[in-house]
């Protein structure tokens, strides 16, 4: 997989010698948009979110970052980071890669670190705001926490997730099935390892969103990575109890996206790497795809208005009934 991924991903430093613009450039109409495709919500999104990989099992440079999203930042909505890889970055190379990701209207999140500094310190709450506050001043906006490798109470998972609102910081908790999850280990290691009830997972889910959650990131390993056969029982169980635009799940592998966008739709929220970004694209519009895809992958353009009357938006003065054309 790590492999594939490389061969995916290398390619694309060829660009690391040009120059970055200061300002995002204004896009232009699409030349072929007498074509037909799907409609996505503009930027900023809550639905239809895609989340890309940083730097981790390859670099990526603040040059070929603001070439990558100069061509397709319009269907990319957030940039992570992995393996607390931004720790290693001298200070200036790093908010210069916040600050590109920013000049396309992404956001940018640290990915699970938490679990390394919990571990480190104890659990001890200076260290920890001190490493909030200093995320926050080198310019993230998401707090990934992830607890695969760690046990730690639920109440105290919860009062991180206020603790780290209340730095500035937009707190995504990272829930799974799979104990020891969160690393390059092998089917073997997370089978004898054990998984735990998907009840379990949508209750911290549920507690988490309580406690102000802005996000759930599902953790793809025990589900889809590193298992001999796909728990789409847990999908069916998560996305049946949780508010669509409240979840996320990681997809890095092409036959995972296609699968959540087969059975979620165009408009689910989803981290993959970034060498994947067009492939994504191409199937959330509907424009290509694999035998099970292609050509069947459609929204309506009318789904925005419906959904304001479900939230009983009419009934309150707040919107009106869309006009239906005659035939």
């Known amino acids: 997989m790590l492999a594939q991924t490389l061969r995916r991903t290398l390619p694309s430093i060829r660009n690391a010698h040009r120059s970055v613009s200061t300002t995002a450039p204004r896009l232009t109409a699409l030349p072929y948009s007498f074509l037909p495709a799907n409609s996505l919500d503009p930027k900023p999104r809550n639905k239809g979110l895609t ?3 940083g730097p981790y099992y390859a670099p990526v440079t603040k040059t070929y970052l603001d070439e990558l999203l100069s061509d397709w930042g319009d269907y990319v909505d957030g940039i992570k980071f992995a393996g607390g890889a931004f720790s290693l970055m001298p200070e200036e190379r790093l908010k210069g890669l916040i600050e590109t990701a920013h000049k396309h209207d992404c956001y940018v999140s640290t990915g699970g670190f938490i679990e390394r500094v919990l571990s480190a310190s104890g659990g001890n709450k200076d260290v920890i705001s001190k490493y909030l506050t200093t995320c926050k001043n080198m310019g993230f906006d998401v707090l990934e926490l992830s607890s695969g490798f760690l046990s730690i109470p639920t109440e105290d998972w919860a009062s991180l997730v206020e603790f780290t609102a209340a730095h500035g910081l937009k707190p995504k908790p990272e829930v799974g099935i799979q104990w020891g ?7 073997e290691e997370l089978e004898s390892a054990g998984t735990r009830d998907p009840k379990w997972l949508i209750d911290r889910a549920n507690t988490f969103l309580q ?5 759930i990131m599902i953790e793809s390993e025990g589900i889809t990575e590193n298992v001999k056969a796909w728990r789409t029982d847990v999908i069916s169980a998560v996305t049946s109890a949780l508010p669509r635009d409240k979840i996320m799940f990681e997809a890095a592998e092409p036959d995972v996206f296609a699968y959540h ?10 981290f ?3 060498s994947q970004i067009v492939q994504l694209a191409c199937l959330r519009r509907g424009i290509w795809g694999t035998g099970s895809t292609f050509a069947r992958v459609v929204t309506f353009e009318g789904a925005e208005d419906y959904a304001k009357l479900g939230s009983g938006a009419e009934s309150q003065g707040g919107g009106q009934k869309p006009v239906i054309p005659s035939a």
């Open 261 to 270: 966008i087969q059975n979620q739709g165009a408009r689910a929220n989803l």
């Open 272 to 274: 993959i790497d970034h």
């Open 51 to 53: 989340e890309i990989r």
């Open 181 to 187: 999850a969160g690393g390059d280990a092998s089917i």
């Open 211 to 215: 406690a102000g959650a802005y996000m």
